[in-house]
């Protein structure tokens, strides 16, 4: 099923919470919704689930203007952090729960919902276990009776809201993993909020990154994470250093000495924005230059916080792992991929 978010704002006692939002998440795909703590993320989950009601715009599911619809009506699977499984209930009734529940017409039989309802948990690897209750189960397998139960209704479409978020870093790295898959296997649309945004670069196929109750941008992770359209996703995607520069006859400058890097459309006061590993080490005066203040291994790399001027001019930089850089040694470098923004939030200047 195919959602449109059209042009929506929520307000809460008159705080907005989401400013003229517009996406449009497409049939089977899965899309993450990703940002800081209060940008939005679940206010925009919730208003498609239906258990909000957007203050202005609309909401279609496929052609349908959905906005005034009930959450049953939607036809939603909802996957909460917090697993809300009934504890007095087995796995195979929670499972079973929301075909139990329809109206006769459209019940399926019990011996059709049984079988529904065990192959799901065949689908969620915990065959075996549909006698358990939940405070027999852990965190990561309650996580994934939650998810069989959102699936056992056929959803149009699958909303989970940081479903791993409770769980300890390994677990929700298997998870991860393993919802890919069921998602690919099943092909349901669905949107997944994290804040986590390791987690929605491996998971996603387009990622929405959010702020501030707006989107920022909209795209799969590779253009998202290599043409970030803002300061702000350059900053929260990934590792990035930002520098105050000038342009001048196209030269990029900081303070009194040009960089070695030029932009001839740009002038004036910009950002300079770039990634640890995107830089080349050089020798000579046209270039970044400064003092190593720190330094700490990631992965099969070190990276080196260089002070190039003061604690507002501190970057940081990825060198090969046997660089010989103690403390206090002097380092030279160029960016070699990187993007200009200007000094205020505003699209980039190249
Ligand atoms: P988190 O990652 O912390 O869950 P989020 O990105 O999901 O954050 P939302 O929960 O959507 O953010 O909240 C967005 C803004 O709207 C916040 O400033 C929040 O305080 C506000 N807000 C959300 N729900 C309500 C409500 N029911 N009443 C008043 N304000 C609300």
Redo the contacts with the bound molecule.
């Keep these: 099923m195919e959602v449109r978010v059209q042009n929506v704002r929520k307000e809460?006692?008159r705080?907005p919470?989401l400013h003229d939002v517009s996406l449009d998440i497409k049939s089977g795909e899965l899309i993450a919704l990703l940002?800081p703590?209060?940008?939005?993320?679940?206010?925009?989950l919730r208003l498609i689930a239906g258990l909000e009601r957007p203050t202005a715009g609309k909401i279609f599911f496929g052609q349908e203007d959905a906005s005034e619809k009930s959450v049953q009506e939607r036809n939603i699977g909802f996957v909460f952090q917090h697993y809300a499984l009934f504890r007095h209930m087995t796995i195979l009734e929670n499972v079973s729960f929301g075909l139990e529940v329809r109206p006769r017409a459209t019940r399926p039989s019990k011996a059709e919902i049984r079988r529904r309802a065990l192959e799901l948990l065949d689908l969620v690897q915990l065959s075996g276990l549909e006698k358990r209750y939940p405070s027999q189960l852990s965190g990561g397998q309650r996580q994934r009776v939650a998810l069989a139960r959102a699936l056992a209704i056929e959803p149009g479409v699958l909303l989970l809201d940081e479903p791993f978020g409770a769980l300890d870093a390994q677990v929700r790295r298997e998870l991860r993993k393993w919802l890919r898959e069921i998602h690919d296997r099943t092909g349901h649309t669905t949107v997944f909020?994290t804040?986590d945004q390791e987690e929605a670069l491996e998971l996603a196929d387009r990622l929405c990154v959010?702020s501030q109750?707006k989107i920022e941008q909209v795209g799969t992770p590779d253009t998202v994470y290599d043409q970030p359209q803002s300061p702000f996703v350059f900053g929260f995607i990934g590792e990035s250093s930002a520098l105050p520069v000038n342009i001048e006859r196209g030269d990029i400058w900081l303070g009194d000495r040009p960089i070695g890097i030029s932009s001839p459309e740009a002038s004036g006061a910009a950002r300079l924005f770039f990634r640890p590993h995107d830089i080349e080490l050089v020798e000579g005066d046209a270039a970044l230059s400064g003092v190593v203040a720190s330094s700490r291994r990631v992965g099969g790399t070190r990276r080196v916080e260089l002070d190039i001027g003061g604690a507002a001019r501190r970057v940081e930089i990825d060198l090969p792992f046997d660089h010989p850089a103690g403390e206090r040694s002097q380092i030279s470098f160029r960016p070699k991929r990187w993007k200009l923004f200007p000094p205020t939030d505003q699209p980039p200047l190249s």
Excluded at 37 to 44: A, D, E, M, Q, V
């Design positions: 809460f006692d705080f919470a940002g703590s209060g940008s939005g993320k679940t206010t925009l909020v804040h959010m109750g």
